[in-house]
């Protein structure tokens, strides 16, 4: 199916271990994000990438990893999972717009616990 | 730190009301968007201002830019129950792909 699938939907993990959060979009958009999104801070920015193989630090990238090995992938990695870590997870999609920034195209979120 | 920070962060209205909600940021921007989060689901872009613009429409949709006071106003006029959702408001600068969110306005709409 066309569009920005994010999967897991739900995943409860536990302190220390390693979880990967996955995203796949179909419009091969060059711009993709990672956002996590919490009560009082609203939406921030992780990481974000604008193409294969360039990504770059958002607001609050410590403890996570990314990857862009492909145009259509964009895997979020927390590498020792803490419990601040629990949120709910964004993957966002962007052809750029004309002019900069265009709209983003988001996933339906991967909430995450960490116990 | 949040660029874009709504006003109100909640507000109930009547069903068929006008709701307005307001955005204010810090520094020059490209843009300015409004998204909606329903509860559980992802965000859905609404529209997009540029910086050059003071006003656009999008059905029942209004969207006003002031750069000179750093803020932006999200008008929905008669209001229906489906719009009962989270607003947010997203800052683009120069030279940068990225979107600021705000903390978004929590909007109600009774029946």
């Known amino acids: 199916d066309a569009g920005i699938t994010q999967s897991p939907r739900y995943k409860i993990t536990e302190t220390g271990r390693q979880v990967t959060l996955m995203c796949h979009q179909t419009?091969?958009?060059?711009?993709m994000f990672w956002y996590r999104q919490d009560l009082g801070h609203g939406l921030r920015l992780i990481y974000y990438?604008?193409?294969?193989?360039?990504?770059d630090k958002g607001e609050v990238p410590d403890g996570y990893v990314v990857s862009r090995s492909k145009t259509e992938n964009f895997p979020l990695t927390l590498e020792s999972a803490t419990r601040s870590q629990t949120s709910v997870y964004f993957c966002?999609?962007?052809?750029?717009?004309?002019?900069?920034?265009?709209?983003?195209?988001f996933g339906e979120g991967s909430r995450l616990t960490v116990l | 730190s949040q660029q874009g920070e709504e006003d109100p962060q909640a507000l109930s209205i009547q069903e068929g009301e006008n709701a307005t909600m307001n955005c204010s940021y810090k520094?020059?921007?490209?843009?300015l968007q409004w998204y909606r989060q329903n509860s559980g689901r992802g965000l859905v872009h609404l529209i997009l201002?540029?910086?050059?613009?003071r006003e656009k429409h999008s059905g029942r949709l209004r969207v006003t830019l002031d750069t000179s006071k750093k803020s932006s106003s999200l008008l929905i006029t008669a209001s229906r129950a489906a719009d009962t959702a989270s607003y947010f408001c997203?800052?683009?600068?120069?030279?940068?792909?990225?979107?600021?969110f705000g903390t978004g306005t929590r909007l109600t709409i009774i029946p």
């Open positions: 966002a999609s962007s052809d750029g717009g004309d002019r900069g920034t265009g709209e983003l195209f």
């Open positions: 419009w091969s958009h060059s711009y």
């Open positions: 990438s604008a193409a294969a193989d360039i990504t």
């Open positions: 520094t020059s921007i490209n843009n």
């Open positions: 201002i540029r910086s050059n613009e």
């Open positions: 997203a800052v683009s600068n120069f030279g940068n792909e990225k979107l600021t």
